[in-house]
């Protein structure tokens, strides 16, 4: 079995050399050549047009399929899951994608297939899913503490650290007046973490760094420039 595998990005590019060499990268920790790709567009609202865009993206490079909750989620939620190379979870809101995803046993299903070495992956919300707790923008346009995450990774997660003004401050505030400390992913940065532990940084773009935020401050994560 493969060691259980999470690669969390601070958010995509809207170059597509730089999107694709990040995709590259998370396709790549499956070991296998096409491999199996769920997509889970329930933060985005299931946004079809995004959702299609995704599915044909990846598409020259994966066997690809998305996970609909809505009606209601498919039979044998878990066995389909399990089946899966790499489960990739859009942005959009995280708060109700994890509240959708309990209704359903998902998140149950998501721990089985990370334990069971199926690569789990996302951006923005798709980033802090995994942590205990979150700087997110699920409640309104202003940005808040999270603190009910899946709780695979520990401690709190920020995406969008270079490509949002206010992520940096409030996050940095937040940790120092007591928040759980944990890590920064500016855009186009991927944190990829075997089991429960941070093993790599890796950046599409020259200029982008990931960082460990903690009560004393911000500490810089060089990440290694894909190619």
């Given at each position: ?51 299609l865009q ?97 709780g695979f ?75």
């Open positions: 079995m493969s060691e259980p595998t999470i690669a969390a990005m601070g958010g995509l590019s809207w170059d597509e050399a730089e999107r694709r060499r990040l995709e590259d990268y998370v396709l790549g920790l499956a070991g296998t050549e096409r491999p199996r790709v769920l997509v889970v567009p329930t933060a985005a609202a299931e946004d079809v047009e995004m959702t995704i599915v044909t993206e990846f598409s020259d490079r994966a066997q690809v399929s998305y996970l609909p909750f809505f009606p209601w989620p498919p039979p044998d939620l878990r066995r389909l899951v399990l089946e899966q190379d790499v489960i990739y979870v859009t942005g959009g809101n995280t708060a109700n994608a994890l509240a959708i995803w309990r209704t359903h046993g998902f998140d149950e299903s998501l721990r089985a297939a990370w334990e069971a070495g199926v690569v789990l992956a996302g951006w923005s919300a798709g980033m802090l899913c995994w942590f205990e707790a979150a700087v997110t923008d699920s409640f309104g346009p202003q940005l808040d503490g999270m603190r009910d995450g899946l990774l520990e401690g709190s997660a920020c995406p969008h650290y270079d490509g949002e003004p206010e992520r940096r401050p409030v996050y940095t505030r937040l940790v120092a007046e007591g928040f759980p400390p944990g890590y920064a992913a500016d855009d186009c940065v991927a944190l990829r973490f075997s089991g429960t532990e941070l093993a790599e940084v890796v950046s599409a773009r020259p200029d982008a760094a990931a960082y460990r935020v903690t009560a004393d401050g911000e500490h810089a994560i060089e990440p290694r420039l894909l190619g």
